[in-house]
């Protein structure tokens, strides 16, 4: 692993934002934003940027979602704390959604930028997400909200990120995302309000 430099001085919160592929994280961190003022960072954001520079380590990259897969740990780690670094000034608080989709990952993230305060996890069944994904698909033009490579992104999931969950189960505050978005946010909001 190359050399992430030492940890961070980070003052403010930092949240862990999880749950499988379409359960709403995204949508939910886009709320808290408003209402508290969290710098939102997510690694599909970030790594979607890559993607759309078209450099090499952008194609494969691209290759990797595609198949609904996980880039390498060193790639995302890095592209996360480099943008939390760059934001660590004004932030009131962090969201990194979609981080850590390993316990390797989670481990790393801890000892190599900085400590998490708590985790929110989003739940939902593999169903509900693979119809909201493929809604979203209609019209998001991602490469990966399509049938198969949605099916992959499940499986992947299931079998490497709810580990994570199990692992740090003591921090984590599920809510379920079945319900509409504004009903799911009172449950978020309830939960930040206990945390400020
Ligand atoms: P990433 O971009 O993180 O995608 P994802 O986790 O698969 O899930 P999404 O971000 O697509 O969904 P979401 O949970 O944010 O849901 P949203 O709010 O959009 O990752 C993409 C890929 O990048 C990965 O597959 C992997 O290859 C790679 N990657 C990313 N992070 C990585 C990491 N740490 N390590 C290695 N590789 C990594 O909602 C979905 C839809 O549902 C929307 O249309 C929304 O409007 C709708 N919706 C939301 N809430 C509700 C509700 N309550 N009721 C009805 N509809 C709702």
Not at 18 to 33: D, M, N, R, Y
Not at 38 to 52: F, N, P, Q, T
Request: glycine share 8%; net charge neutral; proline share 4%.
């Amino acid at each position: 692993m190359a050399d992430l430099g030492g940890p961070l001085d980070i003052k403010a919160p930092v949240i862990w934002v999880l749950g499988g592929p379409g359960s709403g994280k995204g949508t939910q961190c886009a709320k808290i934003v408003e209402k508290y003022g969290y710098v939102h960072i997510s690694s599909g954001d970030l790594l979607r940027e890559e993607v759309a520079k078209a450099s090499v380590l952008g194609q494969q990259l691209s290759e990797i979602m595609r198949k609904g897969e996980l880039v390498p740990l060193e790639t995302v780690l890095q592209l996360l704390k480099n943008t939390i670094k760059n934001k660590s000034t004004s932030a009131k608080g962090f969201l990194i959604d979609g981080y850590p989709r390993t316990v390797d990952q989670g481990e790393k993230f801890t000892s190599l930028v900085c400590p998490v305060k708590a985790i929110l996890f989003f739940d939902l069944s593999d169903d509900l997400m693979a119809a909201r994904l493929l809604e979203r698909g209609k019209s998001s033009g991602r490469a990966d909200d399509n049938e198969e490579t949605i099916r992959k992104r499940l499986k992947t999931f299931r079998n490497e990120s709810m580990p994570v969950v199990d692992k740090y189960r003591d921090m984590v505050h599920t809510i379920s995302s079945t319900d509409p978005v504004d009903v799911v946010f009172e449950k978020v909001a309830a939960f930040m309000d206990k945390l400020q």
